[in-house]
């Protein structure tokens, strides 16, 4: 009930301040125009507040009910992006805002170049340099990688799978895993964690035992780049504009991008876990599935439906940050639901604290956070029976980089997750060995 109350409260600040307040200014000057024209000062990109007093999942998903965007959770703060609207309707809902610093410095115009990371951050990739590195790991490794394009970004961009195993070219029959990275455009360290584990499979293969067995074993799929628009429309000027969807227009407003992590088909909408509204950060789409990055992605995991059987078993879904290794479901804060039984949870829990305990990161129920809705987590389980991880990569805190950590740490924070991909893996053919239950669920 409390969460409905502050939606109610929220729909009526939304008509006394006008419908169309924006996260962004509109992406290109062509954006067909709100029915109320917000003030200029609204017109911005999104900053970072700390909420001091904030412990229990049901206060941090009353304030995600706001439409702003939960970046890091500690004992007692949160940190969100909103816009100035967005705050002030926090602050009006008895919130204290502390304003964080920016990612990044303004830099010089002769320092940016367009569609490229600051010169500070050249370690990163781009959408050009991610693809080169895609084709350069595939041509080096042609008897374990085929490279696939499975669909279009709205803007045209390819979204690619890239398969991994000893025999690429054959569908085989052995347990598939999904590794996938960047549906949220401000988030590139997981971009980065997909090139690593190209290098690594590829470098590693007849070399390192685990990894040869992972290759031999199984088909792994990695999907480096979810949200390509996204990603170059947040460097386009050579800085940072903290952005997190993808571009699509939204008819009626000016205001564009979907929250492709809001925007999956399994219990779309259900629970004050997503928005309405096209101008916020977590804005759920016209429609389960309307993000065509999402669509793509879905059509691409049901066509690994052989024979009524889903060959897919488990997976990853990279974000930053906050280190934490996150399962289903987040649409209810009930350990057990419909589709999910006591066995099931156990087993999610089991492998999720065994890769947390490799890595570092803490564990936890998507939902123990605060509530989300149309999630990849939750439509994995929930529609396809996946075991389906999230991994919010490093850091910890908005004071070691926030979404934006330097290049320097690149390869300490990818690599730093070997270990629990690699468990993952080993893992995929039965999760209910993790509970001691491989003879009921898993046995010929």
Not at 208 to 232: C, F, H, M, Q, Y
Not at 402 to 424: K, M
Request: charged share 25%; aromatic share 8%; proline share 6%.
């Amino acid at each position: 009930m409390r969460l409905r109350i502050r939606r109610d409260r929220r729909a009526a600040t939304a008509l006394a301040i006008g419908i169309a307040l924006a996260v962004a200014a509109p992406l290109t000057a062509g954006a067909s125009q709100p029915t109320h024209r917000p003030a200029a000062a609204d017109l911005e990109a999104v900053g970072q507040y700390e909420i001091q007093g904030t412990s229990a999942p049901a206060e941090r998903s009353a304030i995600a009910a706001t439409g702003v965007s939960i970046d890091e959770v500690k004992q007692h703060t949160v940190v969100v992006s909103a816009d100035r609207a967005q705050a002030r309707e926090l602050r009006a809902l008895g919130h204290t805002l502390k304003p964080l610093p920016a990612p990044s410095p303004k830099l010089p115009a002769s320092a940016a170049k367009a569609f490229d990371f600051p010169p500070t951050d050249a370690g990163y990739h781009n959408y050009a340099e991610i693809t080169a590195e895609i084709d350069r790991q595939v041509a080096a490794h042609p008897e374990i990688m085929r490279k696939q394009v499975i669909g279009k970004s709205y803007e045209g961009r390819d979204i690619v799978a890239v398969k991994i195993s000893d025999n690429a070219a054959a569908d085989e029959d052995e347990p598939e895993v999904l590794l996938t990275h960047h549906q949220h455009a401000r988030e590139h360290l997981t971009v980065e964690m997909a090139l690593y584990l190209l290098r690594e499979f590829g470098d590693d293969y007849g070399k390192d035992s685990r990894v040869t067995k992972a290759v031999k074993d199984r088909e792994i799929w990695v999907l480096p780049d979810l949200n390509p628009d996204g990603g170059a429309y947040d460097i386009a000027t050579g800085s940072y504009r903290s952005w997190r969807k993808n571009t699509q227009p939204n008819p009626g407003s000016a205001y564009r991008g979907t929250d492709m992590n809001r925007n999956w088909a399994h219990r779309w909408g259900c629970c004050d876990g997503s928005s309405v509204f096209p101008r916020d950060n977590t804005y759920r789409g016209a429609r389960a599935e309307s993000a065509p990055e999402v669509k793509v992605v879905a059509d691409f995991v049901r066509g690994r439906v052989v024979g009524g059987e889903q060959q897919i078993t488990a997976g990853i879904d990279f974000h930053t940050y906050s280190e934490l290794v996150l399962w289903p479901y987040g649409f209810t804060t009930s350990d057990t639901a419909p589709g999910m039984t006591q066995d099931d949870r156990d087993a999610f829990a089991a492998v999720g604290r065994k890769m947390a305990a490799s890595n570092g990161y803490k564990p936890m129920q998507s939902s123990d956070l605060y509530v989300t809705d149309g999630s990849i987590d939750d439509w994995l389980w929930g529609d396809q029976k996946v075991f389906g991880y999230t991994f919010e990569m490093y850091p910890t805190s908005n004071r070691d980089g926030g979404f934006y950590p330097p290049d320097e740490v690149i390869e300490r924070e990818t690599s730093r997750n070997r270990d629990a991909v690699l468990q993952l893996i080993e893992s995929a053919d039965c999760m209910y060995r993790s509970i001691g239950k491989e003879q009921q669920y898993c046995a010929d």
